[in-house]
């Protein structure tokens, strides 16, 4: 989870333009963080990062099938946000090296997990079998912005395969989060109407 706090780290330096909080404060406890994780990374047998173990929250109400794959896609969007987040606060810091190391490793965590129609799976083997209330396949959608509607066909594709996935299934194991962390992500990929309807659904 650390990477997810440390996103809020990248998101006050971007929205504020701090200077000072970034070099004292986001910039070294965001680094701490990679470097830590970035030491449990190890190459697999085709020379991409993964970590030792790997789940998504809350799937499969935490027994022993909530161990997927390394990387899952909610690792692998916390991981790319963080080396990326990483690599532009450290060239704002004036730290080219450590930017381009960052960078580097963001790149060697490989492609995501998606099925034959496109939609994100749980992880290389798994796809999201059923309805549940944490939206942890799509954090690299929002709140992590690294699928982007402006980011040409794929993503797109990406974006309406996994979206259509989760109307599929439906609400029926959502809670109040659920419905306004979907709307804001519907919101995000250019859906005003489905983010409408999610608060709507919530009041």
């Given at each position: 989870m650390g990477p997810w706090i440390a996103h809020l780290f990248y998101l006050h330096w971007?929205?504020?333009?701090?200077?000072?909080?970034l070099k004292t404060r986001a910039y070294p406890w965001c680094r701490e963080?990679?470097?830590?994780?970035?030491?449990?990374?190890?190459?697999d047998e085709k020379g991409v990062l993964v970590l030792p173990l790997s789940s998504s929250p809350e799937i499969h109400d935490n027994r022993l099938s909530a161990w997927l794959k390394p990387n899952s896609n909610y690792d692998l969007a916390c991981l790319k946000m963080l080396f990326q987040s990483?690599?532009?606060?450290?060239?704002?810091?004036g730290k080219r090296s450590e930017?381009?190391?960052w960078l580097a490793t963001a790149r060697a965590l490989g492609d995501w997990h998606v099925n034959a129609d496109g939609a994100l799976k749980l992880d290389a083997n798994e796809d999201l079998a059923e309805s549940h209330r944490h939206l942890s396949n799509l954090m690299g959608l929002y709140p992590f912005d690294l699928i982007t509607v402006e980011d040409g066909a794929r993503?797109?594709?990406?974006?309406?395969?996994s979206l259509e996935?989760?109307?599929?299934?439906?609400?029926?194991?959502?809670?109040?989060?659920?419905f306004t962390w979907m709307s804001a992500l519907r919101a995000?990929?250019?859906?005003?109407?489905?983010?409408?309807?999610?608060?709507?659904?919530?009041?």
């Open positions: 971007r929205y504020t333009g701090d200077e000072k909080f963080l990679g470097i830590c994780l970035k030491g449990l990374l190890k190459p990483l690599g532009e606060m450290a060239t704002a810091c930017a381009q190391d993503a797109r594709q990406i974006i309406r395969a996935q989760w109307d599929k299934f439906g609400t029926k194991q959502w809670c109040g989060y659920s995000r990929t250019g859906d005003g109407e489905a983010s409408l309807r999610n608060l709507d659904i919530f009041v």
